[in-house]
T-cell receptor, first 115, second 111 residues
Framework: DAMVIQNPRYQVTQFGKPVTLSCSQT?????MYWYQQKSSQAPKLLFH???????NEADTPDNFQSRRPNTSFCFLDIRSPGLGDAAMYLC??????????????FGPGTRLTVL | AQSVTQPDIHITVSEGASLELRCNYSYGATPYLFWYVQSPGQGLQLLLK??????LVQGIKGFEAEFKRSQSSFNLRKPSVHWSDAAEYFCAVGQGGKLIFGQGTELSVKP
């Protein structure tokens, strides 16, 4: 089945130690998104890629970076995690075809713990 | 600015009872509307979507939603709730490839 895969599902890191989260997709979608979701809150968009074009949200901290080496993979790098970065990180994809551009397919998420 | 409001933070229903989760949106043009469900520790799963056409849309797991332009609403319904429906539900409006989410409604199901 076509899907969005996130690895690892659970990640523990230390305060200030860089961490990378991974997302891959078999849907061949042009657009990939990264969201941060804290407990009992809606997902918050950090940034997205339209093909290789990177689009950062205005309020995304510089501590968060992303890479997309090819269509299938996208990475979220947190350069110096703070306690406030502990959250669920969700990856999603969409295909830019009319209304379907707005329909996003989500991965299972990576739960990040910062010690 | 576009916004989505889910007035109910938390709803509890008995198993087998009917369910309605409310969603109101603020959007100038014809909206692209979605309902997603999130089980604890999981990603978001699409329940149903409205792009155009018939205002009553059917989704997975026995859910349906009705788009009412006059009320700017897109309420989610299910005639008989199962214990496995306990989860967080998010209503969203899509615009230019981005989703604007409501705050979410947590559904609890009593035996």
């Amino acid at each position: 089945d076509a899907m969005v895969i996130q690895n690892p599902r659970y990640q523990v890191t230390q305060f200030g130690k860089p961490v990378t989260l991974s997302c891959s997709q078999t849907l061949n979608h042009n657009v990939m998104y990264w969201y941060q979701q804290k407990s009992s809150q809606a997902p918050k968009l950090l940034f997205h890629y339209y093909d290789k074009d990177f689009n950062n949200e205005a309020d995304t901290p510089d501590n968060f970076q992303s890479r997309r080496p090819n269509t299938s993979f996208c990475f979220l790098d947190i350069r110096s995690p703070g306690l406030g970065d502990a959250a669920m990180y969700l990856c999603a994809t969409s295909r830019p075809q009319g209304a379907s551009y707005n329909e996003q397919f989500f991965g299972p998420g990576t739960r990040l713990t910062v010690l | 600015a576009q916004s989505v409001t889910q007035p109910d933070i938390h709803i509890t229903v008995s198993e087998g009872a009917s369910l309605e989760l409310r969603c109101n949106y603020s959007y100038g043009a014809t909206p692209y509307l979605f309902w997603y469900v999130q089980s604890p520790g999981q990603g978001l799963q699409l329940l149903l979507k409205y792009f155009s056409g018939d205002t009553l849309v059917q989704g997975i797991k026995g859910f349906e939603a009705e788009f009412k332009r006059s009320q700017s609403s897109f309420n989610l319904r299910k005639p008989s709730v199962h214990w496995s429906d306990a989860a967080e539900y998010f209503c969203a409006v899509g615009q230019g490839g981005k989703l604007i989410f409501g705050q979410g409604t947590e559904l609890s199901v009593k035996p």
